[in-house]
C-alpha cells in the first residue's frame, strides 16, 4: 500500500452524507422513505436530513486525543506534524479519563453547534439529533442520561482546545450544512420537538449504514492529497460498484396468485385458514400484529406469506423477516421462503437479497448453492432473481429483504447490546412472520413481548403463528404490540406538561382499561381456530372455518418397557409401518436406541437428536424427509417397516409423517405438537398397515401406581411439576375415549395453563406447591430477562441515551455469541469439532472424508478446501454432562486449546474453534469424563472409574435442538 495515500476527515464526512442521501432516495423501503418524508416535510427535506447527519457523524474525530494518534505512528510523521503545527496540540494532551470513543466527542461537538446555531431548541430535542452521531458505532454515548456527570468535563476539555479547532469544527458541519442544504429542514425538525425515538433509532442504524459503506477504500479510494480530485459525489458510482440489492415493492393486491407462489397445481385451492388470513388483511394499512391459530399441518407458514404480500403491498414495506425457533426449522424453511421469493422476483425489476440468519449457515447446501450461484450471476449477469448479496453477512445480514433466521436474531432488537439500531434498521421495513411462539419460555417470552412493544413503535406488521397457544400468552402477545402503538415518543421536555394534558393523559388510560376489558370479554367468545387482529383502532377476531368432518386422535397409556409399549401400539414386525418413539431427554432416546436394537437388530432402526455433528444430522434429517415426506410412498420410498427414535426435534422440526407415535409424557401442548407428526399427509390406503390406519398416541414415562403421579425425572427437569400435573389431569378423561384435534385442542391447552385447574384431590397439595413454584421462578426469569433489554418506548423519556441505558451502563455482549444467549435463559455451552487423532495426525471423521483418498494432517497442514468443509460439519454441542455450566467451561477451554493447530487459523471455516479428539475407537476424555461418538448413537457417555460419569439431577440433557445463536461472520 502507498502509504503516500490517505483520506482526510472532510472527504469521508461528504462522502457519507452522500451516501447517506443516496441510500434514502435509492435503498430504503417505501415504507421507511414515507416516515422520513413525515418527519421532513418532503422527500428532499428527509434526504437533507439524513445526508446533514451522515455527513456530521465523525465530527468527534477532530479532537485532540483522536488525532493525536497519528503522533505514534512513524509512517504518518508527516501529517501529525502538519496538525500539531496548526493547532497547538502537542502540550494539550490532558487526564486519559477524557480518551473516550470520538463518537461521544462527535455528540457533544454538534450539540453546541445545534445550539448556537439555534438557541430556542429544547435541549432534548437537541440531543435527539446529536444522540445520533453518538450512537454510530453502536452504543450511545450516555451524553443526555441525567445522572451523567462526566458530561461538564468533557466540555471543560472541549473548552481547552484551541481557536483553530473551533474553526475546523465549524468549517467540517457548515461545509455539510452547505453540501446537503439541511439548514431549513433541521429549524423545522428542532421546532416541532425533535425527532421522534423510534426514528431515532432507525436513523442511527442508517447512518452506521453509510458509514461503512463510505469507509470502503475498494469504493472510495485514496489519494495524495486527501480529498477527491472534485466537489462532485462519489456515492453513486460506489453504490453502483457495491451493486446492493433494493428493498422489494409488492404490488397491492387483494389475492396474490397463490398457485404460482407456492408451486401448486391448477385445481388447487386455499385452505380455510388461508382464505380467512387474505380477507383479513385485505385492509390492513398500518402496524397491525395478526396472530393465526390453526393445528399444525393445515398451511399456516402459507397463509402468513400471503398475508405479508398483500400487506406488504399496502404499507409499502420493502421484505419479509421470518424467524423460527430453532436453526433446524430455519434451515427447513429457508427453500421454502426462497422459492416463494423467487415467484416475487419473476415479476420484480432487478435482483433481491435473501439471508439465512444463523451461525452455520455456511454448511447449510443450499444457502452454500444460492451463494455459488450469485457468485455466477454477479460475473455474467442474468435475468432478475433471488441472490444471497456477499454485502449482506454478518450484523448487516437482516438489512436483506428476505431473511430466514432463528427467533434469537429478531428477538435481539429488544436486547441492549452494540448495533441494536441496525437491527431495528433492518427490521423496520419488513413484514415480521414469527412462528412456533408457543414453544418459548417465561424468560424468553418476555424478550418476544418488549421486542413486539418495539416492532409497533417502528410501525412494523407482526405475523404471529401458533397451533397450541393459551389465552393467557396470546393476551401478553396483544398487550405488548399495543402498548408500542398510538405514540408520538417525542423527547420528554417537548410533550405537554400542564396539568390538562396530565389529566387527558389519565383519562385515557382509564379508558384505554376499559376498552381492553371489553376486548378481553370479546376475544375469549371467538372459538379456535381463529385469527386475532390487533392495531391501534382496537383487537378483533374471527373464526376460521373449520373443515368438516372430524381429526380423531386416540390416546393411550403405555408400559415403561419400551418393547411391551410397541406392542401395545400395536407395531408389529410382520405388519410394519412406521413408528415414531419421541424421548424428552438424549440419554432417553439412547437408551431406547439401544433396548430396540437389542430386541430387532439395527436394520431399520434410526435414532436422531441434537447431539450428533451437523453433518450426521444434516444427512438423517434429509433422509427422514426423503423416506417420511408428503412425496414418498410405500413401494416409492416410504419404508415397508421403519422406527425412528428421536427426541423434541421430531415435535416441530421435520415434515414428516408417522403411522403410530410412543411417546414420554410432556405438557399438553408438547403432545399435540407430537400428535401432529401422527397421519401428518394424505396418503392412499395402502401407504399405511391395516391396523395403523388411525392415528394414535400412546404415553410412557409416567407412574400412576401411586396416589400422586410420578414423573420421569428428566421431564420434570425440563417442563416443571405443575404443568405435568395439570396436563395429566386434562388427558385423563381422553386416555379412555378419543379426543379430536379440530375440536378439543384449544380447549385442552387452556385448561393445561388455567390458573383455577381443578385437579384429584391427592394431588391438591403437590400441585399446589408446584405452582408456586412455577410462578417463582417466572418471576425470576423476568426479573433475569429485564437486566439488559432495552427499556419500553414508553419508558424511555422519547431519547434513544434512555432505551438503551443498559447498553450504556453494561453492554449487553460485544460479540453476538453472547448477546444471543441473552436472550435464551440457558446456560453457557462449548461446541467443538471432532477430529480423529491418529499418532498425532489429524483426520476428519472417516464417513464425513471426501473422496477415497486417506487424509493426515500435521501441525502444519493447512487442510485442502473440501477437507476443510468435513472438519467444519464435525461441529457438536457439547452436553452438560461432559461440560458442566460453571468452572468446568473454563477448564475445558483450557485442556482443549492445547489441541489447537496454528494453521488452520489461516481457514474462515475452522478459525477460532475448539477440537476434540477422538481415539482410534472413537473414544476420548475429557475432565475426567470418558465418551464415545459414531453416526449410529452420536455422542454419548462411556463408562469410567468410580462412577465419575453419572450424572447429577440437574445434568440432565433434553434436546433443546441448539436453540442459541452465534456470530454471524465467516
Known amino acids: 500500500m502507498d502509504r503516500d495515500l490517505w483520506l482526510s476527515l472532510g472527504q469521508h464526512l461528504r462522502d457519507s452524507a452522500d451516501v447517506g442521501g443516496l441510500l434514502v432516495d435509492q435503498w430504503i423501503a417505501n415504507a421507511l422513505r414515507r416516515r422520513l418524508i413525515d418527519l421532513a416535510g418532503d422527500l428532499e427535506s428527509a434526504i437533507a436530513l439524513v445526508s446533514w447527519l451522515a455527513g456530521t457523524h465523525d465530527i468527534g474525530k477532530a479532537e485532540l486525543h483522536f488525532a493525536g494518534q497519528l503522533a505514534w505512528h512513524p509512517e504518518f510523521r508527516r501529517l501529525s506534524s502538519a496538525i500539531l503545527e496548526a493547532h497547538d496540540m502537542e502540550k494539550k494532551f490532558a487526564d486519559p479519563l477524557l480518551r473516550r470513543p470520538h463518537s461521544l466527542y462527535s455528540d457533544l461537538i454538534l450539540a453546541n453547534w445545534i445550539r448556537e446555531q439555534f438557541p430556542e431548541a429544547d435541549p432534548a430535542a437537541i440531543a435527539s439529533l446529536s444522540g445520533i452521531a453518538g450512537c454510530h458505532h453502536g452504543k450511545p454515548s450516555g451524553l443526555s442520561l441525567r445522572d451523567h456527570s462526566p458530561k461538564s468535563s468533557f466540555q471543560d476539555w472541549l473548552r481547552q482546545h484551541s481557536a483553530s479547532w473551533r474553526d475546523c469544527w465549524e468549517d467540517l458541519i457548515s461545509d455539510i450544512v452547505d453540501r446537503t442544504g439541511a439548514r431549513s429542514v433541521l429549524g423545522r425538525?428542532?421546532?416541532?420537538?425533535?425527532?421522534?425515538?423510534?426514528?431515532?433509532?432507525?436513523?442511527?442504524?442508517?447512518?452506521?449504514?453509510?458509514?461503512?459503506?463510505?469507509?470502503?477504500?475498494?469504493?472510495?479510494?485514496?489519494?495524495?492529497?486527501?480529498?477527491?480530485?472534485?466537489?462532485?459525489?462519489?456515492?453513486?458510482?460506489?453504490?453502483?460498484?457495491?451493486?446492493?440489492?433494493?428493498?422489494?415493492?409488492?404490488?397491492?393486491?387483494?389475492?396474490?396468485?397463490?398457485?404460482?407462489?407456492?408451486?401448486?397445481?391448477?385445481?388447487?385451492?386455499?385452505?380455510?385458514?388461508?382464505?380467512?388470513?387474505?380477507?383479513?388483511?385485505?385492509?390492513?394499512?398500518?402496524?397491525?400484529?395478526?396472530?393465526?391459530?390453526?393445528?399444525?399441518?393445515?398451511?399456516?407458514?402459507?397463509?402468513?406469506?400471503?398475508?405479508?404480500?398483500?400487506?406488504?403491498?399496502?404499507?409499502?414495506?420493502?421484505?419479509?423477516?421470518?424467524?423460527?425457533?430453532?436453526?433446524?426449522?430455519?434451515?427447513?424453511?429457508?427453500?421454502?421462503?426462497?422459492?416463494?421469493?423467487?415467484?416475487?422476483?419473476?415479476?420484480?425489476?432487478?435482483?433481491?437479497?435473501?439471508?439465512?440468519?444463523?451461525?452455520?449457515?455456511?454448511?447449510?447446501?443450499?444457502?452454500?448453492?444460492?451463494?455459488?450461484?450469485?457468485?455466477?450471476?454477479?460475473?455474467?449477469?442474468?435475468?432478475?432473481?433471488?441472490i444471497a448479496h456477499q454485502w449482506f453477512t454478518g450484523k448487516k445480514g437482516l438489512l436483506a429483504e428476505f431473511t430466514v433466521t432463528t427467533v434469537d436474531q429478531i428477538l435481539m432488537a429488544a436486547l441492549a447490546t452494540r448495533h441494536v439500531t441496525l437491527r431495528h434498521l433492518g427490521l423496520a421495513g419488513k413484514i415480521v412472520i414469527i412462528d412456533e411462539v408457543h414453544s418459548y419460555d417465561v424468560y424468553t417470552s418476555s424478550y418476544l413481548e418488549r421486542t413486539l412493544t418495539w416492532l409497533a413503535a417502528q410501525r412494523v406488521p407482526v405475523v404471529v403463528l401458533s397451533a397450541t397457544l393459551a389465552s393467557s400468552i396470546r393476551r401478553r402477545l396483544l398487550d405488548a404490540y399495543r402498548n408500542g402503538l398510538g405514540k408520538t415518543y417525542l423527547p420528554e421536555t417537548a410533550r405537554a406538561t400542564d396539568r390538562t394534558a396530565l389529566l387527558a393523559k389519565i383519562k385515557a388510560r382509564k379508558a384505554a382499561k376499559e376498552i381492553e376489558a371489553g376486548e378481553q370479554e370479546a376475544t375469549e367468545r371467538v372459538p379456535y381456530p381463529r385469527l386475532t387482529l390487533a392495531d391501534g383502532q382496537g383487537i378483533r377476531q374471527m373464526q376460521i372455518d373449520q373443515r368438516a368432518g372430524h381429526r380423531l386422535l386416540t390416546i393411550r397409556p403405555a408400559p415403561e418397557d419400551l418393547i411391551e409399549a410397541i406392542g401395545a401400539a400395536g407395531f408389529t414386525e410382520s405388519d410394519g409401518g412406521v413408528l415414531g418413539v419421541v424421548c424428552?431427554?438424549?440419554?432417553?432416546?439412547?437408551?431406547?436406541?439401544?433396548?430396540?436394537?437389542?430386541?430387532?437388530?439395527?436394520?431399520?432402526?434410526?435414532?436422531?437428536?441434537?447431539?450428533?455433528?451437523?453433518?450426521?444430522?444434516?444427512?438423517?434429517?434429509?433422509?427422514?424427509?426423503?423416506?417420511?415426506?408428503?412425496?414418498?410412498?410405500?413401494?416409492?420410498?416410504?419404508?415397508?417397516?421403519?422406527?425412528?427414535?428421536?427426541?423434541?426435534?421430531?415435535?416441530?422440526?421435520?415434515?414428516?409423517?408417522?403411522?403410530?407415535?410412543?411417546?414420554?409424557?410432556?405438557?399438553?401442548?408438547?403432545?399435540?405438537?407430537?400428535?401432529?407428526?401422527?397421519?401428518?399427509?394424505?396418503?392412499?390406503?395402502?401407504?399405511?398397515?391395516?391396523?395403523?390406519?388411525?392415528?394414535?398416541?400412546?404415553?410412557?414415562?409416567?407412574?400412576?401406581?401411586?396416589?400422586?403421579?410420578?414423573?420421569?425425572?428428566?421431564?420434570?427437569?425440563?417442563?416443571?411439576?405443575?404443568?405435568?400435573?395439570?396436563?395429566?389431569?386434562?388427558?385423563?378423561?381422553?386416555?379412555?375415549?378419543?379426543?379430536?384435534?379440530?375440536?378439543?385442542?384449544?380447549?385442552?391447552?387452556?385448561?393445561?395453563?388455567?390458573?383455577?385447574?381443578?385437579?384429584?384431590?391427592?394431588?391438591?397439595?403437590?400441585?399446589?406447591?408446584?405452582?408456586?413454584?412455577?410462578?417463582?421462578?417466572?418471576?425470576?426469569?423476568?426479573?433475569?430477562?429485564?437486566?439488559?433489554?432495552?427499556?419500553?418506548?414508553?419508558?424511555?423519556?422519547?431519547?434513544?441515551?434512555?432505551a438503551l441505558e443498559a447498553m450504556v451502563k453494561s453492554d449487553a455482549a460485544r460479540s453476538d455469541v453472547s448477546a444471543a444467549a441473552h436472550v435464551r435463559d440457558i446456560e453457557p455451552g462449548l461446541e467443538v469439532l471432532l477430529v480423529w487423532d491418529r499418532d498425532g495426525y489429524v483426520s476428519p471423521l472417516p464417513w464425513l472424508t471426501p473422496g477415497d483418498e486417506e487424509v493426515l494432517l500435521g501441525e502444519f497442514d493447512v487442510p485442502p478446501r473440501a477437507v476443510s468443509q468435513a472438519l467444519a460439519s464435525s461441529l457438536i454441542r457439547l452436553p452438560r454432562w461432559l461440560v458442566p455450566p460453571g468452572r468446568s467451561i473454563d477448564q475445558a477451554i483450557e485442556h482443549l486449546e492445547k489441541s489447537g493447530i496454528a494453521a488452520w487459523q489461516a481457514d474462515f471455516r475452522l478459525r477460532g474453534q475448539l477440537l476434540l479428539r477422538l481415539d482410534s475407537k472413537f473414544g476420548g476424555e475429557l475432565l475426567g469424563r470418558r465418551f464415545s461418538y459414531n453416526n449410529e448413537v452420536g455422542l454419548r457417555r462411556a463408562e469410567g472409574p468410580r462412577g465419575m460419569n453419572e450424572p447429577k439431577k440437574w445434568q440432565e440433557d433434553y434436546d433443546s435442538d441448539e436453540f442459541t445463536d452465534e456470530e454471524w461472520e465467516w
Open 189 to 386: 425538525v428542532l421546532a416541532s420537538g425533535g425527532i421522534p425515538l423510534p426514528d431515532q433509532i432507525l436513523l442511527s442504524g442508517l447512518v452506521t449504514t453509510a458509514d461503512w459503506i463510505a469507509s470502503n477504500q475498494e469504493l472510495f479510494g485514496l489519494s495524495h492529497s486527501g480529498r477527491h480530485s472534485s466537489d462532485d459525489s462519489r456515492a453513486e458510482e460506489a453504490l453502483e460498484r457495491l451493486g446492493m440489492t433494493r428493498s422489494w415493492t409488492a404490488s397491492e393486491t387483494v389475492m396474490p396468485p397463490f398457485r404460482d407462489r407456492f408451486s401448486w397445481p391448477e385445481q388447487a385451492e386455499l385452505r380455510p385458514v388461508q382464505s380467512r388470513t387474505v380477507e383479513a388483511v385485505s385492509r390492513i394499512d398500518g402496524p397491525t400484529l395478526v396472530i393465526i391459530e390453526e393445528e399444525m399441518g393445515q398451511g399456516k407458514t402459507e397463509a402468513a406469506l400471503l398475508a405479508a404480500e398483500i400487506i406488504a403491498g399496502h404499507t409499502g414495506a420493502g421484505g419479509v423477516a421470518f424467524a423460527l425457533p430453532t436453526m433446524a426449522t430455519t434451515d427447513a424453511m429457508f427453500s421454502r421462503l426462497e422459492r416463494w421469493a423467487e415467484s416475487l422476483v419473476r415479476e420484480a425489476d432487478g435482483d433481491h437479497s435473501i439471508f439465512l440468519g444463523h451461525s452455520r449457515s455456511r454448511l447449510n447446501p443450499e444457502f452454500a448453492r444460492l451463494r455459488r450461484r450469485t457468485r455466477g450471476i454477479e460475473a455474467d449477469g442474468g435475468d432478475s432473481s433471488v
Open 584 to 802: 424428552n431427554t438424549v440419554q432417553r432416546a439412547q437408551d431406547a436406541f439401544d433396548a430396540l436394537t437389542e430386541r430387532y437388530g439395527t436394520s431399520g432402526i434410526e435414532l436422531i437428536h441434537s447431539q450428533f455433528t451437523l453433518a450426521d444430522r444434516a444427512e438423517r434429517e434429509r433422509e427422514l424427509v426423503e423416506r417420511l415426506g408428503p412425496d414418498a410412498h410405500r413401494g416409492s420410498g416410504r419404508p415397508q417397516h421403519r422406527i425412528v427414535v428421536g427426541t423434541q426435534i421430531l415435535e416441530q422440526s421435520l415434515d414428516i409423517d408417522f403411522d403410530v407415535i410412543v411417546s414420554d409424557f410432556a405438557p399438553t401442548d408438547a403432545l399435540l405438537q407430537r400428535a401432529g407428526r401422527l397421519h401428518r399427509h394424505n396418503r392412499p390406503f395402502a401407504d399405511r398397515p391395516p391396523t395403523l390406519r388411525e392415528p394414535r398416541l400412546y404415553l410412557r414415562g409416567v407412574d400412576v401406581t401411586g396416589d400422586v403421579p410420578e414423573f420421569d425425572s428428566g421431564a420434570l427437569a425440563i417442563y416443571g411439576e405443575r404443568v405435568l400435573l395439570a396436563s395429566l389431569a386434562v388427558l385423563t378423561p381422553f386416555l379412555t375415549d378419543s379426543l379430536c384435534l379440530m375440536h378439543d385442542l384449544d380447549a385442552l391447552v387452556e385448561k393445561t395453563y388455567s390458573p383455577v385447574l381443578e385437579v384429584p384431590l391427592a394431588w391438591r397439595e403437590p400441585y399446589g406447591a408446584a405452582m408456586e413454584m412455577e410462578q417463582s421462578q417466572a418471576e425470576h426469569s423476568r426479573h433475569k430477562a429485564a437486566q439488559f433489554q432495552t427499556k419500553a418506548p414508553s419508558a424511555s423519556h422519547g431519547n434513544m441515551n434512555y
